[in-house]
């Protein structure tokens, strides 16, 4: 009985590394620019802005930490009642870009109490 368990255990744990869902393709995007384009300033999620809001539902449901492997490191985040958290990305240079237009366009993500994206509006 006890080889039996020693003998299941890796294989319930290699079951349970499987069942995740994969991470979405955001197509006509490149990621890594995306990523290093802190607050907008370089203007590289500018280009994206079109595909970007074309394909947000596919964020949806994905939890914090797989927006923040797919999007990088929030511009801003805010924390609301009921645990619920916002993040945002400027898509359009932000105001400490020091750009000198005043065109702000933002991609933000609500995630519920459970830290599952459930909302994405772009302001």
């Known amino acids: 009985m006890l080889k039996f368990i020693r ?3 890796p294989a319930l744990f290699i079951l349970i590394l499987s ?3 994969p991470l979405p393709q955001l197509d006509q995007m490149d990621l890594d620019a ?3 384009d802190t607050d907008g300033c370089l203007g590289h999620r500018m280009m994206m802005t079109e595909a970007i809001t074309a ?3 596919k964020l949806l449901a994905l939890d914090e930490k797989e927006i923040i492997y797919l999007l990088g490191k929030p511009d801003k985040n805010e924390l609301y ?3 619920q958290k916002f993040y945002s990305y400027y ?3 932000a105001p400490s870009c020091n750009s000198g237009d005043s065109t702000t366009l933002t ?3 609500r995630f519920n109490a459970m830290g ?3 909302e994405i509006t772009i302001e």
Do not use: D, S
């Open 19 to 21: 069942c995740g869902k």
């Open 34 to 36: 995306w990523r290093t």
């Open 81 to 83: 009642t009921r645990n």
């Open 91 to 93: 898509l359009y240079p």
């Open 7 to 9: 003998n299941l255990i």
């Open 107 to 109: 991609l933000i993500i």
């Open 55 to 57: 394909q947000k539902e």
């Open 116 to 118: 599952l994206a459930k």
